[in-house]
C-alpha cells in the first residue's frame, strides 16, 4: 500500500478484480483443462482400441506343441505324463485339421479319424505323417503300453511339422 501527502493510506476504487476472476486466468484454466481432456480422451481411445493381435490357429498349435515339450523335458517323466501328453497331442491335431479344414472329426474316434484321413485329399506325405504319429497311440493312451519320451518328442516333432506343412500361403494378385 502506498501513502499519500498526508501519511494515510491511497484510497482504491470501489471495484477490484482478485486475478482468479481475470480473463487471462480464465482462459488460462480453460485451455489447461482442455489439454488434459484432450490427453485423457486420447488415451481412453488407445485403451479402449487397444487390442490383441488375433492368434491364428496354427500359431496356438504350435504354442500348446511347446508346452507338451517343456513338460517332458527331462528324461524322468512319468508313464501317465506321456499318456497324457499322447492324449492332449491327438486331441490337439484333430482339432486342428477339424477347424483348418473345416469338418466335424474333432469328437471322432482315433479309428474314425484314422479313416477320414485315408479318404481325404490330403498330400500323401500328410497322411503318411498323421498314419505314422497314429500307430502307437492308441496302444499308449488306451493299452497302457509303455512307451520312451524320445518316441513321444519324436511324435511331437512329426505334428510340428504336420502343422508347419498345412499353414495356408498367401496367395499374390498378379494386378
Known amino acids: 500500500m502506498q501513502f499519500n501527502a498526508h501519511g494515510l493510506y491511497d484510497i482504491y476504487g470501489m471495484h477490484y478484480t482478485p486475478f482468479w476472476q481475470t480473463s487471462l486466468f480464465f482462459w488460462c484454466v480453460v485451455s489447461i483443462g482442455g489439454i488434459i ?64 479344414y473345416e469338418t466335424a472329426i474333432e469328437y471322432c474316434t482315433d479309428s474314425e479319424f ?21 500307430t502307437n497311440v492308441t496302444m499308449v493312451k488306451f493299452a497302457d503300453k509303455r512307451t520312451a519320451v524320445t518316441n513321444l518328442k519324436n511324435d511331437v516333432a512329426l505334428v510340428r511339422t504336420i502343422i508347419c ?11
Open 114 to 134: 484314422m479313416h477320414y484321413i485315408e479318404v481325404s485329399d490330403f498330400a500323401q506325405d500328410i497322411k503318411q505323417m498323421i498314419k505314422n504319429v497314429y
Open 165 to 175: 506343412a498345412t499353414i495356408p500361403t498367401k496367395k499374390r494378385s498378379t494386378v
Open 37 to 100: 481432456l484432450a490427453g485423457g480422451i486420447v488415451f481412453f481411445v488407445r485403451w479402449v482400441l487397444k487390442t490383441k493381435k488375433p492368434i491364428t490357429l496354427w500359431q496356438h498349435a504350435l504354442d500348446r506343441l511347446n508346452e507338451i515339450e517343456s513338460s517332458i523335458s527331462s528324461d524322468a517323466v512319468s508313464s501317465d505324463t506321456i499318456k497324457q501328453c499322447y492324449f492332449v497331442m491327438t486331441a490337439l491335431l484333430k482339432h486342428y485339421i477339424a477347424v483348418r
